[in-house]
């Protein structure tokens, strides 16, 4: 009994920090003007975590679940998970309201986990891995994988890159992100360029069960590069130009005059041509010599 109401005190005493909390809060809405009933609802997060694992805590924005910002507690600064968003991440002045909430958040771990250990069931995961491009593929242009994985609670985990079985060492870092119901994301880049023979591997170990999951990426309905499109064009070319000669040579040998005119011989009459006016009598007698042939001109 003294053991239950010791806990009990103790999270009494926590409880009214929660207040403190910058951003932990929805306020009430207010009420929606009939003219905006059929606008679209967004959701922006921002989610601060903190656990006894890797990372030790995080911070993750996010834009109806796809991040927009990270938090480098080493270094201080907002990460943006795309260059685009990077002039918003240095604008940002909000630095001592998120270290108040690392605090707050570790204090909680530190004063109230170990009472509650064994006597809450502690939810697991098994993460979810697929690897795809950034961009369309196309051999010899500069591209990045993307290993996305899902169904991510609680968020300790590493991902490391192999290429044909090799390790990679120069990958970029892993971007953790919070989604609805209590749900994490991750995201890791590798910059690459793309050759038809590659395969890559994108390993994800979930720490806290030991737990791998392995996604392959191969190279798959890639875009024709210029080399290739330069060579088809070449072809295509080639053959139309063929296929202009071909069609010159059979007109004019088809339209080409009959050489000279058509001379007609009979019997022993050389040199003589066939004319219109001649008649050509045969006579043939009973005994059976050979006819006589006369020409008799009118």
């Given amino acids: 009994m003294d053991h239950d109401q010791r806990q009990g005190a103790a999270l009494l005493r926590l409880l009214p920090l929660l207040w403190l909390l910058p951003q932990s809060w929805t306020a009430p809405g207010a009420l929606t003007p009939v003219w905006q009933d059929d606008l679209q609802n967004h959701t ?68 109230i986990g170990p009472h509650l250990e064994g006597q809450i069931p502690v939810s697991r995961g098994i993460p979810i891995t697929e690897v795809f491009t950034l961009k369309p593929l196309e ?77 392959y990426w191969v190279p798959q309905n890639a875009l024709p590069s210029d080399f290739l499109e330069n060579v088809l064009c070449g072809m295509a070319f080639g053959l139309g130009v063929l296929g202009i000669i071909v069609g010159l040579v059979l007109i004019i040998y088809f339209r080409r005059p009959c050489s000279g005119g058509t001379s007609g011989h009979l019997g022993g009459a050389v040199g003589k041509p066939w004319e219109p006016d001649t008649v050509v009598h045969v006579h043939i007698g009973s005994v059976k010599t050979a006819p006589e042939v006369k020409y008799e001109e009118h």
């Fill in 44 to 111: 922006f997060l921002h989610t601060i975590y903190c656990q006894n694992g890797t990372p030790s805590v995080g911070l993750s924005e996010t834009y109806d679940e796809d991040q927009l910002f990270s938090f480098n507690f080493s270094q201080n600064t907002r990460v943006p998970r795309l260059p685009e968003f990077t002039d918003w991440a240095q604008k940002a002045r909000d630095t001592s309201a998120i270290f108040f909430d690392q605090q707050f958040c570790q204090e909680m771990i530190q004063g």
């Fill in 139 to 215: 051999f010899g242009k500069p591209n990045t994988l993307v290993c996305f994985v899902s169904n991510l609670f609680p968020p300790t985990l590493t991902v490391n890159w192999q290429h044909h079985s090799d390790p990679v060492e120069e990958v970029g870092p892993t971007f953790i992100s919070a989604v609805d119901g209590l749900s994490f994301q991750a995201f890791s880049y590798l910059n690459f360029t793309p050759t038809p023979s590659d395969l890559y591997s994108c390993l994800v170990t979930h720490e806290i069960d030991g737990y791998t999951a392995v996604a």
